[in-house]
């Protein structure tokens, strides 16, 4: 069973984290959703955060344990909000269960094939030799040296926890993800489609969701918009928290 953190009380909401997160990662936002009448249910996709390590990764099998994860917690009538790879399997889920699903909200990704992106980062990742036994700032020079993005490295510093005292350890699956990387950019096939009312936003600043793409999105979910968070990239939850809440709170409540 996957990992969770719940809050509050009322219509439950799932929220899925991206590649390399955690539902950690929501916690701010998750707090807000529930302070608004949601039970909010944060994830751990498996391979990630507290949730178990599998060889199995790909769409397929999180979206399945995530369908496990509602009939084990008995909810139905969920909304549920994801972003990038959490995105995917959000919209996998809507389209294989449509009876499950009310509304849902993708958060910069399209359903679309994406090449593989993530070679710099898995890289990074890599080359920290915990057999040295690091500490978070040698763990730190070590991916500066692939991953100069500050923003970036501090994302992926969250999943270091220390695993036994003196050992930290990423908490990702990183030798899964290293073997079965091109499963992130799977796209939902032509006759995968969802009727109910969908949301998705994009960062201004992202190269993830492009006006082109918009056709594609239409002949999935019929019942959808689009909205842009101006000045913000990917990561556009993190860096506007609070017009993406405005934006999904709106889109839910009505």
Same mark, same amino acid.
């Given at each position: 069973?996957?990992?969770?953190?719940?809050?509050?009380?009322? @219509?439950?909401?799932?929220?899925? +984290?991206?590649?390399?997160?955690?539902?950690?990662?929501?916690?701010?936002?998750?707090?807000?959703?529930?302070?608004?009448?949601?039970?909010? +249910?944060?994830?751990?996709?498996? %391979? /990630?955060?507290?949730?178990?390590?599998?060889?199995?990764?790909?769409?397929?099998?999180?979206?399945?344990?995530?369908?496990?994860?509602?009939?084990?917690?008995?909810?139905? @009538?969920?909304?549920?909000?994801? /972003?990038?790879?959490?995105?995917?399997?959000?919209?996998?889920?809507?389209?294989?269960?449509?009876?499950?699903?009310? @509304?849902?909200?993708?958060?910069?990704?399209?359903?679309?094939?994406?090449?593989?992106?993530?070679?710099?980062?898995?890289?990074?990742?890599?080359?920290?030799?915990?057999? /040295?036994?690091?500490?978070? %700032?040698?763990?730190?020079?070590? =991916?500066?040296? #692939?991953?100069?993005?500050?923003?970036?490295?501090?994302? =992926?510093?969250?999943? =270091?926890?220390?695993?036994?005292?003196?050992?930290?350890?990423?908490?990702?699956?990183?030798?899964?993800?290293?073997?079965?990387?091109?499963?992130?950019?799977?796209?939902?096939?032509?006759?995968?489609?969802?009727?109910?009312?969908?949301?998705?936003?994009?960062?201004? %600043?992202? @190269?993830?969701?492009?006006?082109?793409?918009?056709?594609?999105?239409?002949? +999935?979910? /019929? %019942?959808?918009?689009?909205?842009?968070?101006? #000045?913000?990239?990917?990561?556009?939850?993190?860096?506007?928290?609070?017009?993406?809440?405005?934006?999904?709170?709106?889109?839910? #409540?009505?």
């Amino acid at each position: 069973m996957l990992y969770s953190k719940i809050e509050g009380k009322g @219509k439950p909401l799932i929220i899925l +984290h991206g590649f390399l997160g955690m539902s950690d990662n929501w916690k701010t936002l998750g707090t807000q959703f529930a302070a608004n009448g949601f039970q909010v +249910h944060m994830l751990d996709l498996r %391979n /990630h955060g507290r949730s178990f390590h599998s060889d199995a990764f790909n769409y397929k099998v999180m979206m399945s344990d995530v369908a496990e994860y509602c009939r084990f917690h008995q909810l139905t @009538k969920i909304d549920i909000i994801g /972003h990038s790879m959490g995105g995917k399997v959000a919209m996998l889920l809507a389209v294989e269960y449509p009876e499950l699903v009310e @509304k849902l909200v993708v958060a910069d990704i399209g359903p679309k094939y994406y090449p593989s992106h993530h070679q710099d980062i898995l890289a990074g990742l890599d080359a920290v030799d915990f057999s /040295h036994k690091p500490d978070r %700032n040698q763990v730190e020079e070590v =991916l500066q040296k #692939n991953i100069p993005d500050f923003g970036i490295r501090q994302f =992926l510093m969250k999943s =270091l926890f220390w695993k036994e005292p003196g050992q930290l350890a990423f908490r990702f699956n990183l030798e899964v993800f290293k073997k079965e990387i091109e499963q992130i950019g799977t796209a939902l096939t032509d006759s995968q489609r969802f009727d109910k009312p969908t949301l998705f936003i994009r960062g201004g %600043n992202s @190269k993830y969701i492009l006006d082109d793409d918009f056709q594609t999105i239409q002949s +999935h979910f /019929h %019942n959808s918009k689009v909205e842009t968070i101006p #000045n913000v990239g990917h990561w556009l939850h993190a860096e506007d928290p609070q017009l993406f809440f405005e934006i999904v709170i709106g889109f839910l #409540n009505t």
